[in-house]
């Protein structure tokens, strides 16, 4: 499913979710949205050495992004591509992965295997144990990881002001089957929200499991002849799910019933500026795709960036 430089780089990595708060990382303002939708930039530039993962945007027009290399999170100005670093993170062995944006503006973070949950200052740790905690979904009441090496879940409570609680670890059953390898990545909530929807990369050469929340069993979703060996980040809008297929440079689109149970391939988005793209995040009618480079040695000099793609 990944590349061996992949796979060790990202073995290294994770074993841990983290939560970064909201209204000091988040404090910027919509001004941007004043410029001309049509002439913001459709690929911009991250930091030298970023090693780019995980992406997320809010209601205003920003995106984060979590570095692999040292768990420092940047915010971009879509209207201008310009950005800055707004979270310093720990260093090495602190990487930010998967993020989401919750409504109050907390952005949830997986990653790192010092196994931490934090805010802009340390609030509060979590320590999974020796494994590699993947990418994160909202719901109502809990943020939910996934984990590559091990068939199960994690599932961060949330009181009903957005708050973290207590971790849950929620074992997969049912037709979850777990690889030697990578398995488990991107995650997912179904249109109906009544169930999860999980990348799973070793199942049938890589399919699509819908997951109950309350207990764990999995069920392979019916994506036809479609296969995603290499998806990665998920987006779901509305009915229409994007599966970022990052050694493919490619975003497989998807509809999906409401349960989620079924899903037929109505798209494949490919872009000669994707250098292994990793996850997706929308904001209007655009869709923002940080390019990870995992075909090359990372070293602080490597050059990393954006790219814009419009939505099917």
């Given amino acids: ?155 961060l409570a949330l009181d009903r002001h957005g708050a973290p609680g207590d971790v849950r670890t929620v074992p997969l059953s049912g037709d979850w089957q777990q690889g030697a390898d990578f398995t488990a990545n991107g995650i997912e909530r179904t249109p109906d929200g009544s169930a999860l929807l999980v990348v799973n990369a070793f199942a049938e050469g890589g399919t699509l499991m819908r997951v109950d929340p309350r207990t764990g069993t999995a069920a392979a979703a019916d994506l036809g002849t479609a296969r995603i060996p290499n998806g990665d980040g998920l987006l779901l809008l509305g009915r229409t799910l994007y599966v970022v297929q990052q050694a493919q440079n490619a975003v497989d689109v998807f509809r999906l019933n409401a349960a989620g149970t079924k899903g037929t391939a109505i798209a494949r988005i490919t872009d000669p500026r994707f250098r292994i793209p990793t996850t997706v995040a929308a904001y209007g009618d655009r869709l923002y795709l940080p390019n990870a480079r995992f075909d090359v040695e990372p070293t602080p000099d490597t050059e990393y960036d954006v790219v814009v793609v419009d939505q099917v």
């Fill in 1 to 155: 499913m990944v590349s061996a430089e992949r796979s060790f780089a990202r073995r290294r990595l994770l074993t841990a979710t983290a939560a970064l708060s909201g209204a000091a990382l988040l404090g910027g303002t919509a001004h941007a949205a004043e410029t001309p939708r049509k002439a913001w930039p459709t690929q911009f530039p991250l930091p030298n050495g970023f090693r780019p993962e995980g992406i997320a945007t809010g209601t205003a027009p920003f995106a984060y992004f979590g570095s692999l290399a040292n768990g420092d999170i940047y915010r971009a100005n879509l209207a201008t591509g310009r950005g800055s670093v707004i979270s310093k993170g720990l260093g090495a062995g602190h990487p930010s992965i998967g993020l989401k944006i919750d409504r109050r503006g907390r952005i949830f973070i997986a990653g790192g295997d010092s196994g931490e949950i934090r805010t802009g200052r340390i609030e509060k740790v979590y320590a999974t144990g020796g494994t590699f905690v993947n990418d994160v979904i909202l719901t109502p009441d809990a943020a939910w990881f996934t984990d590559s090496f091990k068939a199960q879940l994690y599932r």
